[in-house]
């Protein structure tokens, strides 16, 4: 069973030069996720920006906070504002068993004793490569490194190709 990651929401708006409050245009990004929300506050100076975020929980209680003054560019504080909500969208959910599965049909699979010595022998062989090994037991590159050491071959007296 495994828990259900909350889905973020992200709103960008972009206050007109005209209607912003002194000393100039502001940019907001507001991020929800799991009960919290974040705003991030850009708002343009003459030469330096103010820079804010503020994140509360499902009461209003502050649980981040950042203030401070910053040279740059509307273009940079532009593009801060896109880093803050683009690492939002990055969060990925988990990826499970089955899923690494269609990949690699073994992965996270127990390896037998028997599979111990087929890794020995087919390592052993003249034209062994970790890719070959990958495809002979359905595992990832890792996954077939680790067992190497396990059964006692040096993973990298293995090439990756030939």
């Known amino acids: 069973m495994s828990a259900t990651k909350p889905e973020p929401s992200t709103a960008v708006s972009r206050v007109n030069a005209e209607h912003a409050p002194e000393p100039g245009p502001e ?14 506050t850009l708002t343009e100076g003459d030469e330096r920006h103010q820079v804010e975020v503020v994140g509360v929980d499902e009461h209003g209680q502050v649980v981040a906070e950042l203030h401070g003054w910053t040279a740059m560019s509307s273009a940079d504080a532009t593009a801060l504002s896109q880093l803050f909500a683009a690492a939002v969208r990055l969060e990925r959910e988990p990826v499970t068993h089955a899923q690494r599965r269609t990949k690699h049909g073994n992965s996270h699979r127990a390896w037998s004793e028997q599979d111990d010595q087929r890794l020995r022998v087919l390592a052993s062989a003249p034209g062994a490569s970790i890719t070959a090994l990958m495809e002979a037991f359905g595992r990832s590159r890792d996954a077939i490194r680790r067992r190497l050491e396990k059964v006692g071959i040096d993973p990298d007296s293995v090439p990756y190709r030939l």
């Open 27 to 40: 940019l907001t990004v507001r991020v929800e996720c799991g009960g919290r929300a974040y705003t991030l």
